[in-house]
């Protein structure tokens, strides 16, 4: 089971904050197909927000297909984002580390790595798509 | 049964001040309703309007579809939790959870004791030694074991700590996802109740400033940053809010329908707190020029 939390400063509504945590679960492999997410009453007994916010974000997720709610019971999860790549995510952490580690030791602070991460990522984008 | 709440024209007068004026409201049911304002805007009245405790000097207000009264029917579908939460401090936890059993008829013993459990409430403490949270817990746990349909709260978090507060607020939404009630609580402080509400009522100077659903009123404001400009110049459906200049730029608040497509404008989504500190202003603004007559030019 997943526990949620929120950011309040992030700008991101709160309902989307949520639908984003159980994606991003789901592509880490953290939640896997059948595992139940937590209950309305869990969550909102935990962030105290409206209920209707995890109601929407759940029939978000359900419209996408991730999860289905079963009455009576809790929703779960139909399908997995973590396919095969999840196998190769480990040695893609270790080189980002090390190239994390490059980038520090060149004298680069956490915005400018942002940056040029954020920054390459797109022009990356850029060219994939032409 | 669609509204929980329905005023028309509603207004109390105390001697010559009126606490609320001109109040026509139509609130949904299965809402949590944040009712915000100042204080001294009429909250208070406002509530103790729809529960009965005061009679309109001008108006109507109906809850649940029907008119406010004092019958047993009526009191046992409306629960309210008054300002400072009230309890008997001589009287023990148990003895309130007795009494609550007592005096309604639709008492459902099995909520009350589940929330005793969750607060960890010794049944046999007097009210009058709870701190603050517990007492403010255990007036919703005597609220809510009556089963309503609507639920009132005036100001129930404004006296607790920043821990008992959010305490407080998790219960209250776990109770509102779990059992088919709506709810109305005021606050002075929007941020207390941002995450937890979908519908705002905001009162200012005894008038409704603004009412409706939370996201509706999201998606219809946005916050506009350019070159400096005249608001007259704006399109029809640009309803300016707020506005603020310099002598470059123009920072504006306003209420729109359509999307802005003027590429001038940086455009902002705004949050719930923004806007009902600028329709706040407004607001004020508006009492302290009453009317357009006394706009005498020098």
């Known amino acids: 089971m997943i526990e949620f939390h929120l950011d309040a400063r992030s700008g991101v509504s709160p309902y989307l904050q949520l639908v984003h945590q159980v994606r991003h679960a789901l592509r880490l492999g953290l939640l896997d197909e059948g595992d139940q997410l937590p209950t309305v009453k869990q969550v909102v007994g935990r962030l105290a927000i409206n209920p209707n916010t995890v109601l929407k974000a759940y029939r978000e997720l359900e419209h996408e297909g991730l999860v289905s709610a079963r009455p009576g019971v809790g929703t779960f999860v139909t399908k997995t984002l973590s396919d095969d790549s999840l196998a190769a995510h480990g040695p893609l952490r270790r080189e980002l580390q090390r190239w994390l580690t490059k980038a520090r030791r060149a004298g680069l602070d956490d915005e400018s790595i942002e940056a040029l991460f954020g920054d390459t990522f797109r022009t990356a984008a850029l060219e994939v798509v032409a | ?298």
Not at chain 2, 68 to 86: C, I, K, M
Not at chain 2, 269 to 293: C, F, H, I, K, N
Request: glycine fraction near 8%.
């Open chain 2, 1 to 298: 049964m669609s509204s929980v709440l329905e005023a028309d024209g509603l207004g109390r007068r105390y001697g010559r001040r009126w606490a609320l004026r001109d109040c026509t409201l139509d609130i949904p049911a299965g809402r949590v309703v944040a009712l915000v304002g100042p204080n001294g805007a009429g909250k208070t009245t406002l509530l103790h309007l729809a529960v009965g405790l005061l009679e309109p000097t001008t108006g109507t207000i109906g809850v649940l579809g029907e008119k406010v009264s004092d019958t047993p029917a009526q009191l046992g579908r409306v629960g309210f939790v008054a300002q400072e939460t009230p309890v008997y401090p001589a009287l023990s936890v148990a003895d309130h959870l007795r009494l609550g059993a007592h005096l309604n008829p639709g008492w459902d013993d099995r909520v009350a004791q589940e929330r005793m459990q969750q607060l960890q409430l010794d049944p046999s403490q007097r009210a009058g030694s709870l701190s603050g949270g517990q007492r403010a817990q255990l007036a919703l746990a005597l609220a809510v074991a009556k089963r309503p349909k609507l639920l009132l709260l005036d100001e129930p978090v404004a006296s607790l700590d920043p821990l008992a507060r959010r305490e407080f607020l998790q219960g209250l939404m776990e109770i509102a996802s779990e059992q088919e009630v709506s709810v109305i609580l005021s606050s002075h402080l929007v941020a207390d109740l941002e995450r937890v509400c979908d519908y705002l009522v905001l009162l200012t100077a005894s008038r409704i400033q603004l009412a409706g659903e939370v996201e509706e009123l999201l998606a219809t404001h946005r916050r506009l940053i350019g070159p400096r400009r005249d608001i007259d110049s704006l399109p029809a459906g640009q309803q300016v809010i707020e506005a603020s200049h310099t002598d470059r730029q123009s920072t504006l608040l306003v209420h729109t329908e359509e999307p802005i497509h003027d590429p001038a404008w940086a455009v902002e989504e705004v949050s719930v707190e923004d806007l009902v500190l600028a329709y706040m202003r407004q607001g004020t603004a508006a009492q302290r020029d009453p009317s357009p007559v006394w706009g005498v030019k020098r």
